[in-house]
């Protein structure tokens, strides 16, 4: 069955420096998203891709996260710089379709440590 | 706006008794509702949906979802619980973004205990 592949799967950073999360989505799967999930909470969306093109990032704090799916494909997630705050698990879906009777289909995770 | 409220972060069952995981939803359209199970250190699988069919949904694993318009709840049901069933649970309420575009937005989860 095909999967969401995301890595590295845990990552321990110090605070101020730089980190790159990477996935690849199902074959095919127009859509992906990006996600934050603090331990204990839900899963809080920080940017959506049709293809590569970004359809929401209003949660992404932009002065220090970027992502980017250029070629429409895999995508990947950066923080610079990395602050305490920033721990938290990383999840990444796709689903085929963005509209209503979607599925999305969720990644391992990344599960960040900023010491 | 759409939101999920789920009631109860923590909910312990004894094995073989019925689980019950509340979960309310605030939605100004018809709305596409989610059931997520999340094990420590996994992502998330999809146990059920509603999509505006038929207002019993079965999923996988034994469990099932009734859509109630009326009480503007999801409700999260099996039967007889098993210990493997021990994990974080996540109702999710899908909301448009623009165009034919839509997100999920997830309830603060409940963590479920199974007892030998």
């Known amino acids: 069955e095909a999967e969401v592949a995301q890595s590295p799967r845990y990552k321990i950073t110090e605070k101020s420096q730089a980190v790159a999360f990477w996935c690849d989505p199902i074959?095919?799967?127009?859509?992906l998203y990006w996600y934050r999930q603090i331990l204990g909470q839900g899963p809080e969306l920080l940017v959506q891709?049709?293809?590569?093109?970004?359809?929401?990032d209003s949660q992404l704090p932009k002065d220090r996260f970027s992502a980017e799916r250029l070629k429409g494909v895999d995508s990947t997630l950066k923080i610079q710089p990395a602050e305490l705050g920033d721990s938290a698990m990383y999840l990444c879906?796709?689903?085929?379709?963005?509209?209503?009777?979607?599925?999305?289909?969720f990644g391992p995770g990344t599960r960040l440590t900023v010491t | 706006a759409q939101s999920v409220t789920q009631l109860g972060s923590h909910v312990s069952v004894s094995e073989g008794a019925l689980v019950l995981l509340r979960c309310n939803y605030s939605?100004?359209?018809?709305?596409?509702l989610f059931w997520y199970v999340q094990y420590p250190n996994q992502g998330l699988q999809l146990l059920l949906k509603?999509?505006?069919?038929?207002?019993l949904v079965k999923g996988i694993n034994g469990f099932e979802a009734e859509f109630k318009k009326s009480e503007t709840s999801f409700h999260l049901t099996k039967p007889s619980a098993h210990m493997s069933d021990a994990a974080e649970y996540f109702c999710?309420?899908?909301?448009?973004?623009?165009?034919?575009?839509?997100?999920?937005?997830f309830g603060s989860g409940t963590q479920l205990t199974v007892l030998p």
């Open positions: 879906a796709s689903s085929l379709r963005r509209d209503r009777n979607y599925e999305q289909y």
């Open positions: 074959s095919g799967h127009a859509t």
């Open positions: 891709f049709q293809d590569e093109s970004v359809v929401d």
């Open positions: 939605s100004s359209v018809p709305p596409y």
């Open positions: 509603y999509t505006s069919a038929a207002t």
């Open positions: 999710a309420v899908s909301v448009p973004v623009s165009g034919s575009a839509r997100q999920l937005t």
